[in-house]
């Protein structure tokens, strides 16, 4: 089992940055897949971007952040990243973190067996 603690996010103008860190507690952070998703009240939970486990050779973005957002892990630090560049109002939302055990799909929420608490994003004209 890993626990999850989102830590990075805050208030910024558009076209700002942030990066958004998650830390895992225990030995066998880099067997797990890693995502990011977000998610508005009344919507449904959002893929952003995945990496694949161990040497996190394969990542995966959603259409609306490519080009803009960078996903990333540190496995000596148990910790995951995620860099988001040219900040739109648009990328306002709660962000989490999970883990995944699976190798496939990572791209949806229900892939995906453990989350941090989420960190707030807010992004103003």
């Known amino acids: 089992q890993v626990q999850l603690v989102e830590s990075g996010g805050g208030l910024v103008q558009a076209g700002g940055s942030l990066r958004l860190s998650c830390a895992a507690s225990g030995p066998t952070f880099s067997l797990y897949a890693m995502g990011w998703f977000r998610q508005v009240p009344g919507k449904e939970r959002e893929f952003v971007a995945a990496?694949?486990?161990?040497?996190?050779?394969?990542?995966y973005y959603a259409d609306s952040v490519k080009g803009r957002f960078t996903i990333s892990r540190d496995n000596a630090k148990n910790t995951l990243y995620l860099q988001m560049n040219n900040l739109k109002p648009e990328d306002t939302a709660v962000y989490y973190c999970a883990a995944s055990t699976k190798v496939r799909g990572i791209t949806h929420y229900a892939e995906y067996e453990y989350w941090g608490q989420g960190t707030q994003v807010t992004v103003s004209s």
């Open positions: 990496i694949s486990s161990w040497r996190g050779l394969i990542t």
